[in-house]
Each structure stands twice: as C-alpha cells, then as structure tokens.
Nanobody, 124 residues
C-alpha cells in the first residue's frame, strides 16, 4: 500500500503560480511512477503530467506543456507540480497517483493508488 497526500492548492489569479506537493508513505515510493491528474466540475478526470519511477521520462498534456513542471525527490518521497502562468481553465481538483514500476502512463486506469486531491482555483 502507498498513501498519497496532496497539498499546496489554493486560489490564485490568472498568470500566477502554484506548487503542489504529493507526499507518499508506505511501500517504497521510489518504485512507482507518479502522475498528476485533474478533474473540473462536470468533466472527466484528465491527465496532466507524469514522471517515471526512474526519473528518466516525463510526460505532459499539451494543455500544460511549457507551463507545468513535474519533479520528484525520492529521498523525501515527494513529487512536485510547479504550475506557472495559470489560466482559469486550469481550475480543478488535482490528484496525484502512483503506478508500480510504471513509465508514466496518461491513463488513470494504470495507476494503483490515489490521493484525495487538492483544489486549485484560478480567477480571471
């Protein structure tokens, strides 16, 4: 079992930045690819970005490429999502997820564990 807890969400204005954190505990978190997903009201959960378990590969949705950066510190069992140049359409609940020995899939079904989510609201 891996427990995930997101933090860092909040209310910001368009153009500002936020950094989300996802702290992992339980089994060896470094053996998991980590992904960030988001879900806006009335919409399906969508892929944001992911990083492979070995830190070699990162993947981004086109909508966030160039604005968001995923990183991880395996010594701290923490994954980060740096979000710059935020837009109102980035408003959603953001979830982190863990995929055992994963390469960084964009499919929610590939992830074994999920956090509870953190709300990000971007005002125009």
């Amino acid at each position: 079992q891996v427990q995930l807890e997101e933090s860092g969400g909040g209310l910001v204005q368009a153009g500002e930045s936020l950094r989300l954190s996802c702290a992992a505990s339980g089994r060896t978190a470094s053996a998991y690819a980590m992904g960030w997903f988001r879900q806006a009201p009335g919409k399906e959960r969508e892929f944001v970005c992911a990083i492979s378990w070995n830190l070699i590969n990162t993947y981004y949705a086109d909508s966030v490429k160039g604005r968001f950066t995923i990183s991880r510190n395996n010594a701290k069992n923490t994954v980060y999502l740096q979000m710059n140049s935020l837009k109102p359409e980035d408003t959603a609940i953001y979830y982190c997820a863990a995929d055992h020995w994963g390469s960084g899939s964009s499919r929610p079904i590939d992830y074994d564990f999920w956090g509870q989510g953190t709300q990000v609201t971007v005002s125009s």
